[in-house]
């Protein structure tokens, strides 16, 4: 039975269907923006400014530099394009590593999860917004669930006998407590049960509803793989143009040195560096933070109140839920 009490799914993993279109026309003012810097850049060798000859007069310099007027300089502008390159290289290294690699695990949770039962309780960090919870403000869908530790006789028996028992929190799109659930855990790794139901929504959100999901987004890879080549071509342009110009105008060794180090160093160093620990950190909560309790120790766990639909309906994107029931 569908509740209109589900949070949208996750975008970067299914892509809406205007969302491409959106990041195209996003990007044209900045695409603009930097034509028109290769459009200076090529006129820069034939200003007059920058050909004065060596025996002119302070006069003349003066007269001549304020004919041209003041002028961007070349340096300024490969900077834009190193800080460009270095974001789509991010995002495209994010698409290629991080996406597939999390797809292929929420998989992992339908073809090889065991099932145990437990409980996941909703908490609305909107009740008790303060700036130790700030994240949670802006990334509210978060739960706790406790399931019953599916591989018991690896942990020491209780003295009291309690059976022991598995709390973590997990990322939900039903946002209300449920009790007595399915929990899927991945064999090998106690700590990683996910709710089911959150599962199949997270699979259906890229696979089900959004049948053309792949394509869309195979076609914003496009999109960053031409501001890629874009970014990489116009930086080796505005070089050449440097070694154009009189050395006493623009540094190009210096330029150079920046270029290369930022090209070779430092953009694969945080696009791939970058989102490989950001994937690993993930990886780690996602299968292997929690704690392992005791039934004792679980009777004491604060359960949060329940969230009420009038709550729920203040939600940003609420009025959007009913899209998304069918999927439940």
Known sequence: MS???????????????????????STLPLLGVMIYFLYLAYKRPSLASYNIPNDADDAYIKETMELDGEQIGL?????????????????????????????EIIHRY?????????DVYYDNPRKKCCFSRLTQCFFA???????????PSRLPVSNAGDQWIVQKRVRTYQLFHRERISIVVLPELPLSGQP??????????????YATSRDRIREIQYIVAFWIFFTLDGTLYLLFQMYQVNPAYEDFQLAWIISAAFVLVVVPLVAFGGNWIRWSSYKRWLTKSGRVLTDDETNRIVIPAQS?????AKR???ANNSDYSAMV
Request: aromatic content about 10%.
């Open 308 to 312: 009420t639909d009038s709550e729920l």
């Open 141 to 151: 869908d978060y739960a706790t669930v406790i399931y019953s530790h599916p591989d």
């Open 110 to 118: 339908l073809e090889e999860g065991v099932q145990v039962l437990g």
């Open 196 to 209: 089911k139901a959150d599962i199949e929504i997270d699979v259906a959100s890229y696979r089900q509803v």
């Open 75 to 103: 340096m300024e502008m490969l900077y834009v394009f190193l800080s460009s390159l270095l974001i789509w290289s991010t995002l495209g290294m994010y698409l290629n590593l991080f996406v597939p690699r999390r797809r």
């Open 316 to 318: 940003p994107g609420a």
């Open 3 to 25: 509740d209109s009490r589900v949070a949208p799914p996750n975008r970067l993993m299914a892509p809406a269907a205007g969302s491409v279109l959106q990041l195209f026309l």
